[in-house]
C-alpha cells in the first residue's frame, strides 16, 4: 500500500493496519493510547500527534522501521521555553 491515512477517525486500535506501507502513515487525532497493530515498515513519514497518548519517536521505531520523519508532536510546537 503506497499510503494510508486513518487520522481523525476516533480510533482506539490501529489493530487493522497494513503492515507494511510504502509512502506516508497518518493516525493524527484518535483516540490511541498505544502503538499495537502498527505498520512494521513506513517508506514515507509516520504522523501521530493529537492522540489520547503523547507517544515519543523512540516508541514509534521501536514497533515500526520508518524511512522517513517521525511526527510526535504539532509541528508548530517548539521544545524551547518561552519566557516574557
Do not use: A
Not at 18 to 23: R, S, T
Not at 43 to 71: A, Q
Amino acid at each position: 500500500m503506497e499510503i494510508f491515512f486513518c487520522q481523525d477517525n476516533k480510533l482506539k486500535s490501529l489493530k487493522v493496519c497494513p503492515k507494511i506501507i510504502g509512502g506516508n502513515f497518518d493516525c493524527r487525532y484518535n483516540n490511541l493510547k498505544s502503538l499495537e497493530g502498527s505498520p512494521k515498515e513506513v517508506g514515507g513519514h509516520f504522523l501521530c500527534y493529537g492522540n489520547s497518548k503523547i507517544f515519543t519517536k523512540e516508541e514509534v521505531l521501536s514497533v515500526c522501521d520508518v524511512k522517513g520523519r517521525v511526527y510526535v508532536k504539532l509541528p508548530w510546537i517548539r521544545s524551547k521555553k518561552i519566557t516574557l
